[in-house]
């Protein structure tokens, strides 16, 4: 076998070896063959250790058998779903059963926002269980007792799914977008809920019945999304905790590949002498590649917070080939609508153009700013970055600030921290001393326009800077939060995030962990410094991972919509009386 191909087989094998025997033997790679071999080859060593493909699977029918935390699912294929799109149709189909079956029914709130809920009475258990057997055997749909009843043969809740999966089987949405049926008990005058919900888990029997919105019953849904369900009156109160204001999204984005944006950076750098002395990290090739990030970027956006309203995405006037422009929800800004007369353009200073950012036209109040690497990891919703009354959260790093002056030797992010620390302290007497992660940056227009009116000279002086200066403030990423939490107008946050820089070899075992657990909030793919020997393999690992990762495309691509229509879900006209059993609960 040619060593090549070696190399090849041996990812195979892995990528079927258990999960624990995988990791042990990349650590004994990582801890003994790892540091015996040039840097510029560690990376390569760990990918074909830890390979990040799905494992094979067998499709059949359009439909694939995958294996998920809950078991083996049948998933129906689809290239271009989406979980709010699933999650809906869930819904649908076990409403449209009850109705056609003449079983009362009413939408509730569900404790987790991704799934849906509604409720039943529990003297039409034995015949909700026989339409929901009948429901998931027809469209192989999953069935699942979600919890017991205080008798335990009975269930008190059950969740009902159609998986669809990717055609590779990366990644399958189902029971975690299931639709849950309660069984409400009758006590005297009032129905008693099994289980707790955000609202009330008890109601009379004579509470109205009316008609509600999606955004009543919980924040996973697009904000201007009309689809109304039956409900009880009092599950339409607005709680305390509600978001209500609009919040878009902003991303800055560059395609450090395209021969006019090169020939101008060119022209620039000639103009400013003062760069090479400086810092190499200022004009530094890996601060303007682009490994398509921002395309799983939008796709995790469309994914996992379907509530953003409209995303703007400033650029130097270029636009990803693959990106639909005439999306109504996207728009693309060019670096001229918010410099206008101030500033210097063409600018090649991400601190210079997160200085204008509050500028664009149409903008929400609150905003969520989005470097291209920065990816959101799982469902999250509004409250996890704004306070109900308008205070954005701020996620401060562990990483600290080096309390030394300003010198010529810091890199420009730390030039541009110690710049943010030294405007806070002669303002508000406080020591900075943490800086921030990199996750979306809650942000609010008015708080950026405050910072500019305040510290004019400063701000002023970052858009004019057309590389990163050492004279620099980072606005949006450091000093908004600082000054917003210092003027009472943001509050600290959590967020779970993962940080992981492309050159160290340690990677593949990070994104493989991410993959299999998929338990971040958001994560972020830096390469700080590349060794021009290991691009390559950095852009291998890019490329591996994200697809993987978020395999569904985004209605923010070109051929989503022809995608849309290969797998459109048959709809079953009728339940065949098939008998089915029950889980076993016992």
């Not at 009475?121 to 009948?134: E, F, K, Y």
């Not at 002056?405 to 405007?423: F, H, I």
């Not at 450091?478 to 340690?506: E, N, W």
């Amino acid at each position: 076998m040619r060593r090549k191909d070696y190399g090849v087989a041996l990812r195979q094998v892995l990528r079927l070896t258990p999960w624990s025997v995988r990791r042990r033997i990349f650590e004994t790679v990582e801890a003994r063959v790892l540091p015996r071999v040039a840097p510029e080859r560690r990376l390569r060593i760990a990918r074909t250790f830890m390979p990040l493909g799905p494992m094979r699977t067998r499709v059949v029918d359009g439909r694939i058998r995958v294996r998920t935390a809950a078991g083996v699912l049948t998933a129906r294929i689809d290239p271009a779903a989406d979980p709010a799109g699933i999650r809906r149709r869930n819904l649908d189909r076990v409403v449209r059963a009850l109705d056609e079956a003449g079983v009362d029914w009413f939408r509730v709130p569900c404790g987790s926002p991704a799934r849906t809920a509604v409720a039943v009475r529990s003297s039409d258990r034995a015949d909700v269980l026989t339409l929901l057997r009948r429901l998931a055997i027809a469209d192989h749909g999953s069935l699942r007792v979600a919890q017991r009843g205080s008798q335990r043969r009975e269930p008190a809740v059950m969740a009902i799914c159609w998986p669809v999966a990717d055609p590779g089987g990366s990644l399958v949405l189902g029971h975690d977008l299931a639709c849950e049926v309660e069984f409400w008990r009758e006590q005297g005058d009032r129905l008693v809920a099994p289980r707790r919900n955000p609202v009330a888990d008890s109601i009379p029997v004579t509470e109205p019945v009316t008609i509600a919105t999606e955004p009543v019953f919980g924040p996973f849904c697009s904000p201007d999304d009309v689809t109304a369900y039956r409900t009880r009156r009092i599950f339409t109160s607005v709680d305390p905790d509600r978001i209500d204001f609009a919040i878009d999204v902003v991303y800055t984005w560059v395609d450090g590949s395209d021969p006019d944006w090169q020939r101008r950076k060119q022209r620039a750098l000639a103009e400013n002498t003062w760069v090479g002395g400086v810092s190499a990290q200022a004009v530094n090739d890996s601060r303007y590649t682009s490994r398509d990030e921002l395309r799983y970027s939008l796709r995790a956006l469309h994914c996992f917070a379907p509530w953003v309203r409209r995303i703007f995405l400033v650029t130097d006037d270029q636009v990803p080939a693959w990106l639909d422009r005439e999306h109504p929800r996207l728009t693309v800004v060019s670096h001229r609508e918010i410099f206008g007369d101030t500033g210097t353009l063409p600018t090649f200073n991400s601190q210079a153009i997160e200085s204008r950012l509050h500028r664009i036209p149409g903008l929400a109040e609150h905003f969520l700013y989005l470097n291209d690497d920065v990816i959101l990891g799982r469902p999250v919703m509004p409250g996890q970055f704004f306070t109900p009354g308008g205070l954005t959260k701020f996620f401060a790093s562990a990483a600290r600030v080096d309390t030394a002056p300003r010198g010529p030797a810091d890199r420009p992010a730390d030039s541009a921290a110690k710049n943010n620390r030294r405007l806070i302290q002669e303002t508000f007497g406080r020591m900075l001393t943490r800086k921030m992660m990199h996750t979306p940056h809650p942000s609010r227009r008015s708080v950026i326009a405050e910072i500019e009116q305040r510290f004019t000279e400063q701000v002023t002086a970052t858009a004019g800077h057309q590389f990163r200066h050492p004279d620099d403030i980072s606005l949006l990423s450091s000093l908004q939060q600082y000054y917003a939490y210092l003027t009472g107008k943001a509050a600290p946050g959590k967020i779970r995030y993962l940080y992981t820089d492309l050159a160290q070899p340690v990677t593949p075992l990070q994104l493989a962990r991410l993959l299999r657990g998929r338990n971040m909030d958001a994560f972020c793919l830096n390469d700080v410094d590349a060794h021009s020997a290991a691009v390559a393999d950095q852009e291998a690992l890019v490329a591996e991972f994200l697809p993987a990762y978020l395999p569904f495309t985004s209605p923010f691509e070109l051929h989503h919509r022809s995608l849309r229509t290969v797998a459109a879900p048959r709809q079953p006209v009728g339940s065949p009386d098939i008998p089915m059993k029950l889980p076993d609960i016992s």
